[in-house]
């Protein structure tokens, strides 16, 4: 009886952390990632920071949101299969009720509700949260000079607009490459010509092709006729399974099977819809639930939320047993710590990104530095209330 209590416990948990964080996780996968680390890692130590940084690099080589799959990991990491159903529906729950409420009232009265002021002081909270997670993790994942170079890399191609999943993967296999022969050296005793391999190899990542993942989504079949629930759940389900990147390559997936495809939707609604879920809360996947409900009404809404990240729990339930198995070889151990560096790599090319556009002017200074003090240095205060109190000092500020 005491087990159950405590599973029952654990689950109730679970749903309460991932509730909150789904209300509050503003500022794209990085940010969800971060405030992710600080509560699971930090705050109630469920995993070690290694492990954590394991499945962070995992998921960024699968299809499908990062932050939404993280949750996934985490449930299931925690409360085997009913973690992993409590903890990614509390973390998507949010999303899509905030969205489908949006998405109601622009049907209902045909435009946007304005929150802009709000998003004004959330923006800097997210990037002080992202500067704290980057330093830790950085901290875990750099354990050598060489995995540092190797992450300063992954951000460089990051930045000259390399796609996500292939700067990763360029950092792991040559950075794997670069570890198993820097291991090789030192037991012959030979350390000689590793300034040579390092430049070549950095050069070989520089000329991979930067798209190659293109063809993934060539060859489904075309959807035609009138529009119904089934047909609208397999676009759904179809892009939930082949989409990587940002939100940038939704918007094409999605521009390309409703509006050119079906013309189920205007090019305007698209656009629209993607707005919605730049400033909703948790993953911006959930721009499915209000596409669904302009399309089909509540029941599309719901059949486009449960296409999309259907695909996630798949794809963490197959790949969540293989992570520890990994550490195990000296091979896979080696690619896993240059993925773990690529992934904060990427994220400190968000947020160098990120920083450029939103420190603009004083204002934002404001709401950023004492922000990123505490997240840094006064661990306390929890990523929720930073976020809520740059969005209410946000809206003070536009006010002067």
């Given at each position: 009886m ?12 679970l ?26 890692v ?7 920071r290694?492990h954590?940084?394991?499945?962070v ?16 990991h985490?449930?299931f990491?925690?409360?085997?299969w009913?973690?992993l159903l409590?903890a ?27 929150v802009?002021?709000?998003?004004f002081?959330i ?7 992202i500067?704290?997670?980057?330093w830790?993790l950085g ?11 190797i ?19 360029t ?9 198993l022969l ?30 190659t ?16 629930l ?12 082949v989409l990587f990147?940002?939100?940038?390559v ?7 099977e409703?509006?050119q ?8 609604q698209?656009l ?7 400033f909703?809360?948790?993953?911006v ?6 596409i ?15 296409g999309?990240f ?8 197959l ?10 070889s000296?091979?896979?151990?080696r ?10 790599g ?6 160098l990104?990120l ?6 002017e004083?204002?934002a ?20 209330w ?12 536009l006010?002067?």
């Amino acid at each position: 009886m005491s087990k159950e209590k405590s599973r029952i416990g654990g689950l109730k948990e679970l749903a309460a952390l991932f509730l909150r964080l789904g209300f509050t996780a503003f500022g794209g996968p990085a940010a969800h990632i971060a405030m992710m680390e600080d509560e699971v890692v930090v705050r109630r130590r469920w995993m070690s920071r290694e492990h954590f940084l394991d499945l962070v690099g995992a998921t960024n080589l699968i299809p499908g949101p990062n932050s939404t799959e993280m949750a996934i990991h985490v449930g299931f990491h925690r409360a085997g299969w009913k973690g992993l159903l409590v903890a990614g529906v509390c973390f998507i729950l949010p999303a899509s009720l905030i969205t489908l409420g949006f998405a109601w009232f622009y049907v209902q009265y045909g435009q946007v509700p304005q929150v802009a002021p709000f998003l004004f002081g959330i923006k800097p909270a997210v990037l002080a949260i992202i500067i704290a997670a980057v330093w830790r993790l950085g901290q875990s994942a750099a354990k050598s000079w060489q995995l540092a170079v190797i992450g300063l890399v992954v951000a460089g191609l990051a930045m000259s607009g390399v796609n996500e999943v292939l700067a990763i993967l360029t950092g792991g296999i040559i950075g794997m490459a670069w570890l198993l022969l820097m291991d090789k050296w030192k037991r012959t005793g030979g350390q000689k010509g590793s300034g040579l391999i390092l430049t070549t190899l950095c050069a070989l990542s520089l000329q991979m092709p930067r798209r190659t993942l293109a063809l993934v989504a060539e060859n489904a079949a075309t959807i035609a006729g009138a529009i119904s629930l089934a047909k609208l759940g397999l676009i759904f389900l179809k892009i939930g399974s082949v989409l990587f990147g940002s939100g940038y390559v939704l918007i094409a997936y999605l521009d390309g099977e409703l509006v050119q495809g079906l013309g189920w939707l205007t090019r305007q609604q698209l656009l629209d819809a993607i707005a919605i879920g730049q400033f909703t809360p948790g993953p911006v996947l959930s721009t499915a639930t209000f596409i669904g409900y302009v399309i089909q009404g509540g029941l599309g809404a719901l059949v486009a939320t449960a296409g999309i990240f259907l695909p996630s729990f798949i794809f963490v339930v197959l790949l969540n047993p293989l992570v520890p198995k990994l550490r195990k070889s000296r091979i896979s151990a080696r690619f896993l710590h240059a993925v773990n560096v690529s992934a904060v790599g990427l994220m400190a090319a968000v947020l160098l990104m990120l920083g450029s556009q939103v420190l603009l002017e004083w204002k934002a200074g404001i709401i950023f530095v004492p922000s990123a003090a505490m997240t840094l240095f006064w661990r306390k205060v929890g990523s929720g209330w930073i976020i809520a109190g740059g969005a209410l000092l946000g809206y003070l500020l536009l006010l002067i």
